[in-house]
């Protein structure tokens, strides 16, 4: 079970406070984030809602430490990175966190395995290729390559790569954007059952309101801020969603 905001004996694995982001062109400056707090739980799913543009991708990136904020903190397991080093922030990423995104990002000349067994062999604590591999449901295409698989065994494989080191976070950013629907259930499908099997604390974005059945809980955000949040009572099944 995940531990949830609701209990107050829980403290938060990763949490941010105040987070701004600032972009600057010249004179121009874009605000991405404006404030945010935000906590991830053990365990849980979230779902981050919200249109192209609103700030989601900025949030993932920061709590990932792909980047770092203009103000505010990011704590994971009460120590801060936000002002990091490189090589700590090296070290969060490859230890603590794995990153799934809309494109694959495989290499074409290696196999599924191969893939996969880059990240377990910089991992601290790795599962074997083949394990991760199974947990998306890919155990019989170990050997072909990327130019031999479907978009949608691609993205399990990069999700099998991504969980391989197993990672406490797990962060998927449009996941099934490049997807048609029925293969982007079986991509939401190995997502769930990582979470599930492994326990790994998973958020996934999206602007399909859908997937929000399938999170504990939903975080809309707007215009660089935390619009609202809900708590599903209970979580859809992949398999269930329909859009």
């Not at 790994?200 to 997937?211: E, L």
């Amino acid at each position: 079970m995940p531990s949830t905001p609701n209990d107050p004996t829980t403290k938060a694995t990763l949490e941010a406070k105040g987070l701004t982001k600032v972009y600057r062109s010249g004179e121009v400056e874009v605000h991405a984030l404006r404030g945010v707090d935000f906590a991830l739980y053990r365990h849980e799913m979230v779902v981050l809602l919200g249109a192209s543009g609103s700030g989601k991708s900025t949030l993932l990136n920061i709590l990932g430490g792909l980047d770092l904020p203009t103000d505010g903190s990011v704590h994971f397991e009460g120590k801060d990175f936000s002002a990091a080093e490189d090589g700590a922030l090296t070290r969060f990423r490859r230890d603590h966190v794995g990153f799934v995104f809309q494109f694959y990002n495989l290499i074409p000349s290696l196999t599924a395995y191969e893939n996969v067994a880059l990240v377990t062999e910089i991992a601290p604590n790795p599962i074997l290729p083949e394990e991760a591999l199974k947990l998306v449901s890919l155990e019989g295409r170990m050997n072909h390559f990327p130019a031999q698989l479907s978009g949608g065994e691609q993205q399990r494989v990069a999700i099998a790569r991504a969980i391989a080191k197993q990672p406490d976070i797990l962060l998927c950013d449009e996941p099934t954007g490049a997807l048609d629907k029925q293969t982007g259930i079986l991509v939401l499908e190995a997502i769930e059952n990582i979470n599930r099997e492994l326990g790994t604390t998973t958020v996934v974005i999206t602007h399909n309101t859908v997937v929000g059945g399938m999170a504990d809980r939903i975080v809309h955000i707007s215009d660089g801020l935390i619009a609202g949040i809900d708590i599903n009572k209970s979580r859809l099944p992949a398999k269930d969603l329909d859009w």
